[in-house]
T-cell receptor, first 117, second 112 residues
């Protein structure tokens, strides 16, 4: 069974600084990986996804993530943080060996991103 | 652009009461899901339906039942609510993975 570990339940950065949110996964086969963002009192929306094409994936709002098989990682980055980036971020994995992927995504516990002015 | 619609958005129950959370999607997706979100726990899968007419247990199914009424609708029922079921519940839908999941705005349930 797959699992996802997000290092750091809270990450604080200054406005304009680099954002780095860490995600490590465990899966028996190369997985499909996702980053979602959740703004207060809202549902989750997709930032980006990795589906075995390019290892560097670009998403919305200037975010990108790099799939590193050797490190089993899929860290999320943004060069310059904006106040509007303050939100909860979730890394998720899908293992197609598990019901063809139809049994949903396995989510990490989330990282709360705080932007300091 | 309705997407995934959940009702109700807020509900307060007493221990032992029952209720049903409704979910409908207008994207013609085959798969639908119910997750619960608790502080520090992320999202955990309760039940899912890979296609109309099928349902399967997820990670935390105890105390819940589901019905896939048709391709659009997937309801979650609490037969006898317990305080441990206080949570935010999210419905989601997708085409066959690795397509993204589309989420509703959530239903905040408090059980006293």
């Amino acid at each position: 069974a797959q699992s996802v570990t997000q290092l750091g339940s809270h990450v604080s950065v200054s406005e304009g600084a680099l954002v780095l949110l860490r995600c490590n996964y465990s899966s028996s086969v190369p997985p499909y990986l996702f980053w979602y963002v959740q703004y207060p009192n809202q549902g989750l929306q997709l930032l980006l996804k990795y589906t075995s094409a390019a290892t560097l994936v670009k998403g919305i709002n200037g975010f990108e993530a790099e799939f590193k098989k050797s490190e089993t990682s899929f860290h999320l980055t943004k060069p310059s943080a904006h106040m509007s980036d303050a939100a909860e971020y979730f890394c998720a994995v899908s293992d197609l060996n598990s019901g063809g992927g139809a049994d949903g995504l396995t989510f990490g516990k989330g990282t709360h991103l705080i932007i300091q002015p | 652009n309705a997407g995934v619609t959940q009702t109700p958005k807020f509900q307060v129950l007493k221990t032992g009461q029952s209720m049903t959370l409704q979910c409908a999607q207008d994207m013609n997706h085959n798969s639908m899901y119910w997750y619960r979100q608790d502080p520090g726990m992320g999202l955990r899968l309760i039940y899912y339906s890979a296609s109309e007419g099928t349902t399967d247990k997820g990670e935390v199914p105890n105390g819940y039942n589901v019905s896939r009424l048709n391709k659009r609708e997937f309801s979650l029922r609490l037969e006898s609510a317990a305080p441990s079921q206080t949570s935010v519940y999210f419905c989601a839908s997708s085409e066959a993975l690795p397509s993204e999941l589309f989420f509703g705005e959530g239903s905040r349930l408090t059980v006293l």
